[in-house]
């Protein structure tokens, strides 16, 4: 199980993620440089407001279904992975969701369990975002439907200091896993967070 999920912990946090906070930072950087601030607009302080229910979107990934909120953008999309940006008013979120099939082994919250305990997951999200990436606390998190781990997260990269959550959960009638990552600047003043809570909520299998 942890060998699957390293390769795409590898996939989103070496890629995707990173590509993002750099083509953010140029923004800062190009917009620091002509006297822009990087302030939160209306949009990216919704939080969990009734805006924020209103503009989101049902959105489906290989047998399950969730909510995104209306402020992302998608950016990329593969048979296994969609990836969402959000910048706007110089505020930044990023959002990856995640449903592979293993092929090694049977899925279940005991075997995800068991290598959380052992420090295998912290190991492997430590090893697989930015160099100096650290699990500061892990919480289980169940919604009606599905049970995993968030795996509370924070890094320095360029400077910046960056905060970013994995929730991990087998989907075991399709014998998968669900990764849904996010990440934005330890300073955001936005709603983002909450926001992300309410999508793992709203997570649940296709009809």
Known sequence: MINRLIKSLDYLGGKYIYIAICVFIMIIFVGTSFGIDRTPSKAASVGTTEEATLTSSKVTLN?????????????????????????????????TISVSYDDE???????????????????AIESSYFDNSKVNN???????????????CTANWENQDIEFCVYCFPIEESNSWGMFTFANFADSESGYYEDYLEILKSIQPVN
Do not use: C, R
């Not at 995104?68 to 990023?94: L, W």
């Open 105 to 123: 082994d049977s899925v279940s919250y005991k075997m995800l369990e068991e290598e959380t305990n052992a420090g295998l997951m912290t190991e």
């Open 63 to 95: 047998g399950i279904t969730f909510s995104v909120p209306g402020y992302y953008e998608e950016s990329s999309k593969s048979k296994e992975q969609i990836n969402y940006n959000s910048v706007d008013g110089y505020e930044f979120a990023y959002l």
């Open 138 to 152: 892990i919480v289980k998190y169940k919604n009606h439907y599905y049970q995993g781990f968030i795996y509370e």
